[in-house]
């Protein structure tokens, strides 16, 4: 992934070392002695954050019509208003492409946050991503608007101060703009511009847990596949439109075939996930602080109706090859799909009232990356270890660290068991406790699986001290 900035080398070294000092701002760091000998290493712990619930709300945000208005922008357009947003903040934005389409328009993602150009130690990767079918653009001009938001508030809203300060937020607004291209303003039904140039739904387009996907991997579902895989997200949520609901994994069912091909009527069985109190809450968080959703009322006399805002997605209509499931089943990514709006493509005039129905949902959500536990895996030298598993006892699906020992995982109140792999470590337990109030910091130190190599590393110190005595000695003596 390469970012579309300009910078000489001296100021990428330059940045680099502010990052480096700014992370002092979120991180202390405890001695630990090398047990092979040599120089000390630096083992980071997190500080704790100042919790969430001590913070006023988020402020109203009424955009600048000269900068962003409440219209829909086509590619070109999209592309100038996020170049200009990154060329005007460059302390909160960066900007990169994960790839093209398949009439090769780029598939932008702008980083906010008040460390965007490097990942800081310490700092979880969210995302949102829009527009996954091209005829349900919503989603696509509330992240633009998003992103206006949050640069022209981080110095006078302390909430999001907070969040930017303490969360890198990747936003893709649109994952198919050739679809877009292609659909119409007013059209709330129907499947012109859903599809991307090839006629594929991307959202069908990922492998499954459940059935083997053959579809042909297409270049935008093979370009987020490979973002998720380089940065370890910790929660994600895709936007929609044509509903009004919250819908969390698993979308597939292992029986999730159609009951009748006349009327493509499928069961209602949900297909529930390890974490589904997680996924149930992430879902109620969004709903909740939604204008409407909560209320579960249904679009059209014929579309079902959702309790409290949220449903199953297997329960609502089971799916193969979904994005929602695969963040999570290979990623530990918890994502949640958010239909946020009756009809597909609504009249450009309504834009506003949906802006003003979701600005604190889109906010409040992206905060729930700070609940639960986080913290680091170490090896014995107080040095991190890269891709160490982690599942927490009784949830089946686990999640890794990153390649500085990070971990992050949202957890409601309650007592907990992690257990922690490394290839090359023996594996270890470690019991810990979440509170609502502040995220559970948490750092394990794995031992060798091979106890000789310890040993002898401890010899050779041993010998080594010996070694210095006697010189001490015979330098005394000379003397």
């Given at each position: 992934m390469i970012l579309r900035k300009t910078i000489a080398g001296q100021l990428l070294q330059l940045l680099a070392l502010i990052i480096i000092h700014a992370s002092c701002h979120t991180l202390t760091s405890a001695k630990t002695v090398n047990p092979g000998g040599g120089e000390l290493q630096q083992q980071p712990q997190l500080e704790q954050q100042q919790p969430i619930q001590g913070l006023p709300e988020p402020r109203a945000y009424m955009p600048d019509s000269q900068n962003l208005d409440f219209v829909y922008h086509d590619h070109e357009e999209l592309t100038r208003f996020l170049r200009a947003?990154?060329?005007?903040?460059?302390n909160l934005t960066a900007l990169y492409s994960i790839g093209k389409s398949i009439q090769g328009r780029d598939l932008w993602v702008m980083v906010v946050s008040?460390?965007?150009?490097?990942?800081?130690?310490?700092?979880?990767?969210?995302?949102?991503?829009?527009?996954?079918?091209?005829?349900?653009?919503?989603?696509?001009?509330?992240?633009?608007?998003?992103?206006?938001?949050?640069?022209?508030?981080?110095?006078?809203?302390?909430?999001?101060k907070w969040l930017l300060d303490n969360t890198r937020i990747h936003i893709l607004p649109t994952m198919n703009p050739d679809g877009y291209a292609v659909s119409k303003e007013g059209t709330c039904d129907g499947g012109q511009g859903r599809y991307n140039a090839r006629g594929f739904d991307l959202n069908r387009n990922f492998p499954d847990y459940f059935k083997q996907n053959n579809k042909r991997g297409q270049p935008e579902t093979d370009a987020v596949k490979d973002w998720i895989s380089k940065i370890q997200f910790v929660l994600s949520g895709s936007l929609h439109g044509g509903a009004l609901v919250a819908s969390y994994p698993y979308d597939n069912t292992p029986n999730s075939s159609p009951?009748?091909?006349?009327?493509?009527?499928?069961?209602?069985?949900?297909?529930?996930?390890?974490?589904?109190?997680?996924?149930?809450?992430?879902?109620?968080?969004?709903?909740?602080?939604?204008?409407?959703?909560?209320?579960?009322?249904?679009?059209?006399?014929?579309?079902?109706?959702?309790e409290n805002g949220i449903?199953?997605?297997?329960?609502?209509?089971?799916?193969?090859?979904?994005?929602?499931?695969?963040?999570?089943?290979?990623?530990?990514?918890?994502?949640?799909?958010?239909?946020?709006?009756?009809?597909?493509?609504p009249p450009a005039y309504e834009l506003k009232k949906y802006w003003e129905d979701n600005q604190l949902s889109l906010i409040k959500f992206l905060a729930e990356a700070h609940r639960g536990v986080q913290g680091f895996v170490f090896d014995p030298a107080g040095m991190p270890i890269e891709r160490a598993?982690?599942?927490?006892?009784?949830?089946?699906?686990?999640f890794q660290t990153t390649k500085y020992g990070e971990f992050w995982r949202i957890l409601l109140p309650g007592y907990y068991k992690a257990e922690v792999f490394a290839e090359g470590f023996a594996p270890r337990e470690v019991e810990?406790?979440?509170?609502?109030q502040h995220p559970t910091l948490l750092n394990v130190t794995l031992q060798s699986s091979k106890p000789y190599l310890v040993a002898s590393s401890v010899a050779s110190s041993v010998t080594t001290a010996k070694t210095r005595r006697v010189n001490d000695k015979l330098q005394l003596a000379a003397d």
């Open positions: 947003t990154s060329a005007r903040y460059p008040s460390s965007p150009y490097e990942h800081m130690i310490g700092k979880p990767d969210v995302k949102y991503v829009g527009n996954i079918h091209g005829n349900e653009p919503v989603g696509r001009e509330m992240l633009l608007h998003l992103i206006q938001y949050f640069v022209t508030s981080y110095s006078s809203d302390q909430y999001v009951l009748g091909a006349v009327f493509q009527t499928y069961s209602a069985a949900p297909s529930l996930t390890p974490d589904d109190d997680v996924l149930k809450h992430l879902s109620l968080v969004y709903a909740r602080n939604h204008a409407k959703m909560s209320r579960g009322v249904a679009c059209k006399s014929a579309t079902p109706a959702f449903t199953n997605g297997a329960a609502w209509y089971p799916l193969t090859g979904g994005m929602q499931d695969y963040n999570y089943v290979w990623y530990g990514c918890m994502e949640i799909t958010l239909e946020i709006s009756c009809c597909k493509f598993s982690i599942k927490i006892k009784g949830r089946d699906v686990g810990f406790v979440i509170v609502e």
